[in-house]
Nanobody
Framework: QLQLVESGGGLVQPGGSLRLSCIAS????????MGWFRQAPGKEREEVSC????????NYVDSVKGRFTISRDNAKSTVYLQMNNLKPEDTAVYYC???????????????WGQGTLVTVSS
């Protein structure tokens, strides 16, 4: 059974950095794109970034371009999100998700972990 466990969130000041991790277990995530989503209080969940199965293609929502970097280590079944120059508007619970294809599309499995909370505040 597919399980996703996110970690690495915390409280950080504006301009600071965090690195999120997501470990996938229960299936071979190597063959699928992986994505990061976030949900801020009172807002809908939004896709932040995606990485293809072998990491040769990535994409980002405009609001994080140049600040966030997605990567993956298939040997560890782990996907990362390096977040730099964090802003208060990045405050949200961050989730990872498994795509339904090897490439980035907007189609993901409806399996979610508990998420990890990122709070950007002075």
């Amino acid at each position: 059974q597919l399980q996703l466990v996110e970690s690495g969130g915390g409280l950080v000041q504006p301009g600071g950095s965090l690195r999120l991790s997501c470990i996938a277990s229960g299936f071979s995530s190597d063959y699928y794109a992986m994505g990061w989503f976030r949900q801020a209080p009172g807002k809908e969940r939004e896709e932040v970034s995606c990485i293809s199965s072998i990491g040769d293609n990535t994409n980002y929502v405009d609001s994080v371009k140049g600040r966030f970097t997605i990567s993956r280590d298939n040997a560890k079944s782990t996907v990362y999100l390096q977040m730099n120059n964090l802003k208060p508007e990045d405050t949200a619970v961050y989730y990872c998700a498994v795509g339904k294809s090897y490439r980035c599309t907007e189609d993901y499995l409806e399996v979610w972990g508990q998420g990890t909370l990122v709070t950007v505040s002075s």
